[in-house]
């Protein structure tokens, strides 16, 4: 294996994996990427593609193909529990001031529109890495199914419990001390383009349109790490969110709880100075998981992607490992603090006590729209 041909080994198959597939094939980098899973996810979860991911996926030709998914966001509404209107945040200005929209679509459908941007020659799934060896010229990963792959690179995109994560960073994953639901349900008397998230004692339920006539909802509250899973979780989050304004219970009731994804404890990790030894590095959540408060968690990731290729295409001869190490410290810099206001935000936002409420409603109410738009441009914002 020639060093003036780059070989990148690519641990999973998630946004951030299949985003980074994407760039380096564009950039003419060969590139393959090992999914443990047997194929890609196809139910729960979903995204808010902000206007920095869909500028970041604009370099990859993408942008339009995810926005023909989904469905673009132009208002987020914020709630009492009993659905009083607190404020209400006009993202289409936000969107337009970044020059790209906001964009709400599921999970299967990023993956698709990524995954098409990959050779599927390139992708192989069942193939599960379990661990990890490099030498000065390359890296060798094994997998469960006994075979052995080498590359010039590896770049772990295997999620917040990565497994490659653990053999160059021992920092423990820190618990929000909150546990979540998901699911996505056709429903129709659902308000276009605008997403919500509702506020009760040490509880949150959000919705956003995807697409398709879908509507993707989200609900978590405190709760230790770890809570076990009831045998009716469908009818656990019926009975928490009982009495909230419609259409929340309406929702998920009409959810198949097959189509649901229960007890999801989040996690995040602190800034750390580097994310990878060697020719091994991070990327998405395997580097830096956070809480899904500001909607970044895939929009960084996306963003990883395309930052590593455009480092790995200006690499020759054996200066690989320093360009890992120039794409973690611009990446760092980015998703550290990113990370920190996520948690912050997430914080505020299941805050129960009266003194916490009445803040958060009033910090809600009373911020002026230029503000908002001020706290919000760095993260709408992706730097060429």
Same mark, same amino acid.
Not at 239 to 268: C, F, N, S
């Given at each position: 294996?020639?060093?003036?041909? $780059?070989?990148?080994?690519?641990?999973?198959? #998630?946004?951030? #994996?299949?985003?980074?597939?994407?760039?380096?094939?564009?950039?003419?980098?060969?590139?393959?990427?090992?999914?443990?899973?047997?194929? &890609?996810?196809?139910?729960?979860? !979903?995204?808010?593609?902000?206007?920095?991911?869909?500028?970041?996926?604009?370099? &990859?030709?993408?942008?339009?193909?995810?926005?023909?998914?989904?469905?673009?966001?132009?208002?987020?509404?914020?709630?009492?529990?009993?659905?009083?209107?607190?404020? +209400?945040?006009?993202?289409? /200005?936000?969107?337009?001031?970044?020059?790209?929209?906001?964009?709400?679509?599921?999970?299967?459908?990023?993956?698709?529109?990524?995954?098409?941007?990959?050779?599927?020659?390139?992708?192989?799934? %069942?193939?599960?890495?379990?661990?990890?060896?490099? /030498?000065?010229? #390359?890296?060798?990963?094994?997998?469960?199914?006994?075979?052995?792959? =080498?590359?010039? !690179?590896?770049?772990?995109?295997?999620?917040?419990?990565? *497994?490659?994560?653990?053999?160059?960073?021992?920092?423990?994953?820190?618990?929000?001390?909150?546990? *979540?639901?998901?699911?996505?349900?056709?429903?129709?008397?659902?308000?276009?383009?605008?997403?919500?998230?509702?506020?009760?004692? %040490?509880?949150?339920? @959000?919705? +956003?349109?995807?697409? %398709?006539?879908?509507?993707?909802?989200?609900?978590?509250?405190?709760?230790?790490?770890?809570?076990?899973?009831?045998?009716?979780?469908?009818?656990?989050?019926?009975?928490?969110?009982?009495?909230?304004?419609?259409?929340?219970?309406?929702?998920? /009731?009409?959810?198949?709880?097959?189509?649901?994804? $229960?007890?999801? /404890?989040?996690?995040?990790?602190?800034?750390?100075?580097?994310? %990878?030894? @060697? =020719?091994? *590095?991070?990327?998405?959540?395997?580097?830096?998981?956070?809480?899904?408060?500001?909607?970044?968690?895939?929009?960084?990731?996306?963003?990883?992607?395309?930052?590593?290729?455009?480092?790995?295409?200006?690499?020759? @001869?054996?200066?690989?490992?320093?360009? &890992?190490?120039?794409?973690?410290?611009?990446?760092?810099?980015? *998703?550290?603090?990113?990370?920190?206001?996520?948690?912050?935000?997430?914080?505020?936002?299941?805050?129960?006590?009266?003194?916490?409420?009445?803040? +958060?409603?009033?910090?809600?109410?009373?911020? $002026?729209?230029?503000?908002?738009?001020?706290?919000?441009?760095?993260?709408?914002?992706?730097?060429?």
């Amino acid at each position: 294996m020639g060093e003036d041909k $780059p070989r990148i080994l690519v641990v999973g198959a #998630g946004i951030g #994996g299949l985003a980074a597939a994407a760039a380096l094939g564009q950039a003419g980098i060969e590139t393959i990427v090992f999914e443990r899973l047997d194929g &890609l996810i196809a139910v729960g979860g !979903a995204f808010t593609i902000a206007s920095n991911a869909m500028l970041a996926l604009r370099e &990859l030709g993408l942008d339009s193909a995810l926005a023909e998914r989904g469905a673009v966001i132009k208002y987020f509404s914020h709630r009492t529990w009993r659905g009083k209107e607190l404020a +209400r945040w006009p993202l289409v /200005d936000f969107a337009r001031d970044a020059g790209a929209p906001v964009v709400g679509i599921g999970r299967p459908e990023v993956q698709d529109v990524l995954l098409q941007a990959v050779d599927d020659s390139d992708v192989r799934f %069942g193939w599960k890495c379990i661990g990890v060896v490099q /030498d000065e010229s #390359g890296v060798t990963a094994s997998f469960e199914n006994g075979r052995e792959e =080498r590359g010039t !690179a590896l770049v772990a995109a295997d999620g917040e419990q990565s *497994t490659v994560r653990r053999l160059v960073d021992e920092t423990p994953l820190r618990y929000s001390g909150h546990t *979540t639901w998901q699911g996505a349900v056709t429903f129709d008397e659902f308000a276009p383009a605008t997403q919500t998230q509702s506020y009760g004692r %040490g509880v949150l339920f @959000g919705t +956003r349109p995807i697409g %398709g006539g879908k509507v993707y909802w989200y609900a978590s509250r405190t709760a230790p790490p770890g809570t076990s899973v009831p045998a009716d979780a469908k009818a656990e989050l019926l009975e928490l969110v009982r009495g909230w304004h419609d259409p929340i219970e309406q929702l998920v /009731d009409a959810t198949d709880v097959k189509a649901m994804l $229960p007890h999801l /404890d989040v996690y995040d990790l602190p800034r750390r100075d580097s994310w %990878g030894k @060697g =020719r091994i *590095t991070l990327l998405g959540d395997a580097a830096h998981p956070m809480a899904p408060a500001l909607g970044q968690g895939a929009c960084q990731a996306i963003e990883d992607g395309v930052k590593l290729a455009r480092q790995l295409a200006r690499a020759h @001869g054996d200066n690989i490992p320093a360009r &890992l190490r120039r794409y973690e410290a611009e990446r760092i810099a980015r *998703t550290a603090p990113i990370v920190e206001r996520a948690r912050t935000q997430d914080r505020i936002s299941h805050g129960d006590t009266t003194t916490e409420r009445i803040a +958060r409603s009033l910090g809600l109410r009373l911020a $002026p729209a230029r503000a908002i738009a001020k706290r919000y441009k760095d993260l709408f914002t992706f730097e060429p």
